[in-house]
Structures are given as structure tokens and as C-alpha cells.
């Protein structure tokens, strides 16, 4: 390793970690310098964390967000040259912090998914008509390998409180069942919509290459082989018309 | 790979707060810059707001995490991406910083200081071949303010930037304010070093405010003070014409304080110059 790549390992892991001791031949002046990048450091990666992150900070008060994003910095060096990313991961860091309060790391999500959805790829979407053309000759076996390419930026997972509450008042109100949040974008403004569990899970299996018969096969063992068929083709126009598909996957 | 013609106005850089003035108004400004990496993203929102400020103004590219100073190497995918913003914007220019900001393990979002050695030196004028060969332009450094520096040290920062500049046949982006604050910081004159550098590649100057204290901190959250007027005075009275801006990053005030900032450089530097 060259002496510049040494210098460079040394100091880097001492803003990283102030109980490391000073480089030989460093003064007390040299660690007083190191102090002020030590700080610039670690400033920015809790004021980015609190920019990304306002509502799960207003939660959880001042101090406890300091901590949070303090210990989050600390376990979570950041990697990437974009401070964009200083917040991956930090829904699982509240979800260790605040394990009595499940709510906080729902939140936290929530806001991490919507942040990431902002600058996601822009991508045309697939609307009913364009989707009732695109299948327009389609025959059975067709259906049957159906499978769709949803817009850039979409995020879901499982939530057991209603995160519209969360999002806009803070109240961590305990949903009756489990649902589903789903995180998309409209145009310019990242949205969430709350969905029911087996809707969320089929979304999910699409999401990861599944057919829509085998979503359907997935609804008809969650919702029961009479109800099943009806709830597929809702849930279908659904995603459609509020623009989360962007294409038909080949 | 082109040269960089002078380019000859005042500008703002553009922060979140003034989006609206940029967007529905008209700034008297003569160019606008921007942080690269804000603007280095997939899609959405910020680069339609970047395109419509650019249908309005020329735009200047800054950034802070292309790390030429790394003896780790550059990062790919980030000259990638902001090759991607160079071809999708048509910037005046596109700048960064004398620093390094990663090693092979993490990212400091910080401008870290280089040891000024014959080492670091080859490191960084390898690292800008290949950032301009990847972008296809030549390209400008700024100067860095600093809170150490090292044992190791061969030569004078001044002394570093002349021989990077004439290695790479990059340009320089000269920080008036981190002339200041390192001159206080580490002991030496600000004039020295102004006199040090080779004049004619200078393409930019910036000018900022700075917190003073046993270690002055370059805060960027208060106006230009005096005496980093005077040494801007005294750098175009010797430059002539050259591309200057106010950066204001925290403690943002409303457009019009920084505006009147503005006229006051163009005021100064209408005097130095006819003088």
C-alpha cells in the first residue's frame, strides 16, 4: 500500500472512530483539525438523516432522533459518494432502537421509500387502455405467463399501523389487520397508498417476476377460490389506473 | 479535449430555498451553479427544475465527491453519472475540489486535506487524466480551506495547484474566502499564495463566508467579510475579468441579501479592473 494510501486509511478511520489515538508525529494542534472534520463529518450525515427523515424525527422528539441518527452513523459508515444514501438501513436501526415502538421503524420506512421514489427513473406508464390494447390478442396461454414491469422507485412492505395516520399526525393508531403500504410516484410527487395484506402480497410476487396467474393462484389460497378471481381483476385496474405499471414485462 | 474560454459575469449558486425566485422570476445573475451530485440522480423533480434553470441561464457544474485525491482510485459509476448530467445540462463548465473524500472502505461527504508531497501529487494528476479523458473536457479545481496540515508536507499548496494545472492542462477555480481561512489556520500570506498561482488559469473565483475562531471554519453561512473583500480586489485587479459567485449554504438568506452581495463584487472588481 503507498505511503498516501496509508495516510489516507489512517485518518479516514480517525474521524470514523475519535478513540483511535493521534498518527505519530501528529501534535495536539493536528488533532484539533481532526476534531473540525471529525464534526463536519458526522454533521452531515445527521443533518442529511433529518432532512430525509422529518416526520420519524418530530415522532420521536429531538433528542432521540440525535441518538438514533448518531448510532446509525456510527454502525452505518457511509459507502456511496452520495449523501442521498446516508439514510439506507436506517428504518432497520429504529427498528433495533425503538423495538418497544414498532411504529417509529414503520415511519422511518415509509419516509425512506418516498425518498427514494423522488429521484427514481422516469418512466411512461401503462394505463387501462394501453394495457386493453397491448393484450388485445392475447389467447389463454398468454394470460396464463402475463407478468408486468411496475415503475421505477415502487417500494411495499408490511405495516401494522395506518401509516396515513402516521404520515400525517403521528398517531400510531394499531390497523385491526396487518395491510400493506405501497410507494410509488405520480408524476413528480412521491404517494403511498395502504392496500389489503393479500392485494400487497401478490403485488409483491409480480414485483419479483411472478405471472399474474400465479398472483392469482396466491390470491385464491389467501382470499378463497370464489372471491379470488373478482379481487384480481380489481386489483389489476387498480394498479393501472393509478400508474404503477409502466410496462408489459416480456 | 477543449480549452476553457474566460468567461466574464457574477452568479449565484442555486440552493432549494431560491428554486421559486430562479423559476418564475427574472435574477440578474450571469450564470448559475449547482452542486453536481444534487442533480446526479435517476429522474424526477430536481432535474426538471436544473433544465428549466438552464433554459434561463448558463450553468455551472460543482462538485464535491469526484476525489481526486484518492490514492484509492476513482469511482466509476460517479464519473458515469456525471458524465450523463455534463451531456444532459451543456455546463460552462464542470469544477471539483483539491481533496479527497473516500478511501476503498467509506465516504467522508467532507473535503479532506492531501498531504502535499511528490506522491499525492502524481496521484492526483493521474486521477484528473482520467476524470477529463472520461468526460471529455478539461476541467477546473478549487482550492480547499483546511484545518490541518501534514508532517510529510514538500511543498507549498500554491506551489502543488501551478505544478497540477500545468501537468493536466486543468483550469483553476480559485476560493478567495479558503485563501483566508487557510492563511489563518496555518500561518501564511494570503497574498503569497495568490501570487503563487499561475493567474492566467484561473476561471472562477469564489467568495464565502467563514467563522472565526482559534481554528477559522469555512461555514458558508454568513456574508463575505472584509478582509476576503480586499483580497478579492487585489486578486482581479491581477486576474482582470473573471467568472465570480457568492456560495451561501447554510443560514440561507433571502435572494436579494445575496444579490446585493453580488453587485458589491461586480462594483469592486469594476474598479480594480478600470484601475
Known amino acids: 500500500m503507498s505511503a498516501l494510501a496509508q495516510v489516507q486509511d489512517a485518518m479516514l478511520a480517525r474521524i470514523l472512530d475519535e478513540d483511535l489515538p493521534l498518527l505519530p508525529g501528529w501534535t495536539p494542534r493536528h488533532a484539533a483539525g481532526l476534531a473540525v472534520y471529525r464534526n463536519n463529518y458526522r454533521s452531515a450525515l445527521v443533518e442529511a438523516l433529518r432532512s430525509t427523515f422529518e416526520r420519524t424525527a418530530r415522532l420521536v422528539g429531538e433528542d432521540s432522533f440525535e441518538r438514533a441518527a448518531a448510532h446509525h452513523v456510527i454502525t452505518h459508515p457511509p459507502t456511496s459518494w452520495t449523501l442521498d444514501l446516508a439514510g439506507e438501513g436506517f428504518d432497520a436501526t429504529c427498528a433495533q432502537l425503538f423495538a418497544q415502538d414498532p411504529e417509529v421503524a414503520e415511519l422511518a420506512w415509509l419516509e425512506w421509500a418516498m425518498h427514494r421514489a423522488f429521484v427514481a427513473r422516469d418512466a411512461a406508464r401503462l394505463d387501462g387502455a394501453g394495457f386493453a390494447a397491448a393484450t388485445a390478442s392475447y389467447g389463454d396461454a398468454d394470460w396464463a405467463g402475463l407478468r408486468l414491469r411496475f415503475v421505477p422507485g415502487i417500494a411495499l412492505r408490511t405495516l401494522r399501523h395506518d401509516v396515513k395516520r402516521l404520515w400525517s399526525d403521528r398517531d400510531a393508531h394499531l390497523l385491526e389487520e396487518v395491510a400493506c403500504c405501497i410507494v410509488w410516484r405520480e408524476g413528480e410527487r412521491p404517494v403511498f397508498q395502504q392496500v389489503p395484506l393479500p392485494e400487497g402480497e401478490a403485488l409483491s410476487a409480480m414485483e419479483r417476476g411472478a405471472s399474474f396467474a400465479e398472483a392469482c393462484e396466491l390470491l385464491s389460497g389467501l382470499l378463497g377460490e370464489d372471491e379470488a378471481p373478482a379481487a384480481a381483476g380489481a386489483m389489476l385496474a387498480r394498479w393501472l389506473a393509478e400508474g404503477l405499471v409502466e410496462t408489459l414485462a416480456q | ?275
Request: glycine share 6%; aromatic share 6%.
Open chain 2, 1 to 275: 479535449m477543449t480549452s476553457i474560454a474566460p468567461f466574464h459575469g457574477f452568479g449565484l449558486g442555486l440552493r432549494r430555498t431560491h428554486y421559486a425566485d430562479f423559476l418564475e422570476g427574472d435574477v440578474p445573475v450571469d450564470f448559475v451553479e449547482v452542486i453536481s451530485e444534487n442533480y446526479m440522480v435517476e429522474g424526477g423533480k430536481p432535474l426538471r427544475i436544473l433544465e428549466q434553470v438552464r433554459a434561463k441561464h448558463p450553468v455551472i457544474l460543482h462538485g464535491v465527491s469526484l476525489s481526486i485525491g484518492s490514492a484509492h482510485g476513482m469511482d466509476h459509476d460517479y464519473l458515469a453519472k456525471l458524465k450523463a448530467l455534463i451531456d444532459r445540462i451543456e455546463p460552462l463548465w464542470a469544477s471539483d475540489h483539491l481533496c479527497w473524500t473516500h478511501n476503498s472502505a467509506h465516504n467522508s461527504h467532507d473535503l479532506l486535506p492531501l498531504p502535499l508531497t511528490r506522491e499525492a501529487l502524481e496521484v492526483v494528476c493521474e486521477n484528473i487524466d482520467r476524470a477529463q479523458t472520461a468526460l471529455g473536457r478539461v476541467m477546473l479545481f478549487e482550492n480547499p480551506s483546511s484545518y490541518l496540515t501534514f508532517p510529510e508536507d514538500e511543498m507549498a499548496e500554491w506551489e502543488f495547484l501551478s505544478e497540477m494545472a500545468r501537468r493536466t492542462g486543468c483550469y483553476l477555480l480559485l476560493d478567495v474566502n479558503n485563501v483566508h481561512v487557510s492563511a489563518q489556520n496555518h500561518g501564511f500570506s494570503a497574498q503569497d499564495y495568490i501570487a503563487g498561482l499561475p493567474l492566467d488559469r484561473v476561471r472562477q473565483i469564489h467568495l464565502a463566508g467563514h467563522t472565526p475562531g482559534e481554528i477559522v471554519i469555512d461555514t458558508h453561512d454568513r456574508e463575505v467579510c472584509g478582509e476576503v473583500w480586499a483580497l478579492y480586489a487585489e486578486t482581479v485587479a491581477r486576474t482582470g475579468p473573471v467568472a465570480t459567485m457568492i456560495e451561501r449554504d447554510d443560514k440561507i438568506p433571502p435572494l436579494a441579501e445575496l444579490l446585493g452581495e453580488l453587485d458589491h463584487a461586480r462594483a469592486l472588481a469594476a474598479q480594480r479592473i478600470a484601475a
